[in-house]
């Protein structure tokens, strides 16, 4: 199809299973494959993909992904459709169909702009009916979208862990508001000194594929499988005086 050899990168396991697991991944760094976070979204994937999944990728940065402009057509006019025509009309149907969405994206301040694009333009795929949950006004998700997990992929420049404290605070509010689980997330800091430990980054991408094979698998991601994605590559000390 002309729309998958632009926009998308698919893995597709060959299975004779009749229910399989779908995922959409969202890559939304700029430097897409190039990126280090394409470098623990990859075998991510990949674990996702050897454990029967079938997984779509796509790179934000490839997308056509016009800023929402708050007219809330896709609530109070007609619910569920986006009368902005771009590439976001070829992905609402895929994500409808997903039962998993994984962003990926590095830290910007706090996202790249076309990753935050997106992210405001999953508004029409929620039911427009607020509720109060646990203190809060939220939403949910329409009937007809499949989705039940949010992943983060997210890589830093920055020695510290508490760097990614505002994107996983956004994709966890996002979680609640889509009234879907957060399953967790893969977060590697100062991520540029995976090519200079390549026996610690070999390390790092097998917990990345293993933890994507769990998740498929047992629903769930081990705890110790994140800790070896973010294990210190370098001292806070020598960080500093590089």
């Known amino acids: 199809m002309k729309y998958e050899s632009i926009y998308s990168q698919i893995y597709v396991l060959k299975t004779e299973e009749v229910t399989l697991t779908k995922v959409v991944a969202v890559n939304g760094s700029p430097k897409m494959e190039k990126g280090n976070t394409a470098k623990i979204l990859t075998p991510f994937l990949d674990g996702m993909q050897n454990a029967g999944a079938v997984v779509e990728l796509f790179y ?40 998993i969405l994984v962003l990926a ?40 979208v499949k989705i039940r997990k949010f992943v983060l992929v997210s ?19 996002l979680a609640k508001d889509c009234n879907v689980e957060f399953a967790g997330a893969l977060l590697r800091p100062h991520a540029q000194f995976m090519a200079e430990n390549k026996e610690k980054a070999e390390t790092i991408f097998e917990a990345a594929r293993q ?24 001292s806070e000390e020598k960080w500093w005086r590089k």
């Open 105 to 144: 994206t590095p830290v910007y301040v706090p996202l790249p702009g076309e990753m935050q694009n997106l992210i405001n333009r999953i508004v029409p795929l929620m039911d427009p009916v607020l509720k109060r949950r646990n203190g809060r006004t939220r939403a949910r998700f329409r009937a007809d």
């Open 155 to 173: 890589s830093s420049g920055w020695w510290e862990m508490g760097n990614f404290g505002t994107v996983l605070r956004i994709v966890k509010e």
């Open 60 to 99: 934000a940065r490839r997308l056509n992904v016009k800023p929402c402009d708050g007219e809330f057509y896709c609530w109070n006019k007609k619910p569920g459709e986006c009368y902005i025509q771009d590439s976001m009309q070829l992905l609402y149907p895929k994500l409808c169909e997903a039962d």
């Open 211 to 234: 933890a994507g094979y769990q998740l498929v698998k047992e629903g769930r991601m081990s705890r110790d499988f994140l800790k070896i994605i973010g294990q210190p590559l370098i």
